[in-house]
């Protein structure tokens, strides 16, 4: 099956520093990548979408300038957390479309912010 | 807008018995409907899904339920083991939308 990789799988950086996720699909291209966020005990909250070569599309409330998505080629979509605060820590993860009805997941990235 | 209920929000059912969680959605236009096992800590991993063009599916011990005029779909495990102890969300992609709306997560725990 499809696989999406991030890195790094956990990572902690102290209050006002940026960070930058990864998120690769290993053996497909992915036409669309999705980023979201993962309270302890909540639901996945979708933050935004991203197709290849075009700017992302935000869901209502994520900071565009915070949140800074990049999907430059058709197998790598990085997010970065810009001057991240303690309430950004959270579960990142990522999954890519390659077209078809599924959705395949990252294994997250755990961000704690100091 | 693009809404997705899912209950309840904790279930503890007896080992061999089944479970059913159920969500609805508000979009009558979604065609597509996933079921995603989350263990602490790991990526959802799908465990079925179901299009809208289909009723019912099933795999094994796993089967979902779709009733798009009533806009509800269900997920039904049976012969539960303690393995399917996890956290399980339904997902709805709304017509026109790329993306899957999560529904807010059932806590399943299997007794022995």
């Known amino acids: 099956g499809a696989v999406v990789s991030q890195h790094p799988s956990w990572v902690i950086c102290k209050s006002g520093t940026s960070v930058k996720i990864e998120c690769r699909s290993l053996?497909?291209?992915?036409?669309?990548m999705f980023w979201y966020r993962q309270f302890p005990k909540q639901s996945l909250m979708l933050m935004a979408t991203s197709n290849e070569g075009s700017k992302a599309t935000y869901e209502q409330g994520v900071e565009k300038d915070k949140f800074l998505i990049n999907h430059a080629s058709l197998t790598l979509s990085t997010l970065t957390v810009t001057s991240a605060h303690p309430e950004d820590s959270s579960f990142y993860i990522c999954?890519?479309?390659?077209?078809?009805?599924?959705?395949?997941f990252g294994p997250g990235t755990r961000l704690t912010v100091t | 807008g693009e809404n997705v209920e899912q209950h309840p929000s904790t279930l503890s059912v007896q080992e061999g018995d089944s479970a059913v969680i159920k969500c609805t959605y508000s979009d009558s236009a979604s065609n597509y409907f996933p079921w995603y096992k989350q263990e602490l800590g790991k990526r959802p991993q799908l465990i079925i899904d179901?299009?809208?063009?289909?009723g019912e599916k099933k795999d094994q011990r796993i089967a979902v339920t779709l009733n798009k005029t009533a806009k509800h779909f269900s997920l039904h495990i049976t012969e539960t083991q303690p393995e399917d102890s996890a956290v399980y969300f339904c997902a709805a992609r709304f017509q026109g939308a790329q993306k899957l709306v999560f529904g807010q997560g059932t806590r399943l725990t299997i007794n022995p």
């Open positions: 999954s890519a479309r390659d077209g078809t009805y599924e959705q395949y």
């Open positions: 179901i299009r809208s063009n289909v």
């Open positions: 053996d497909f291209q992915a036409t669309t």
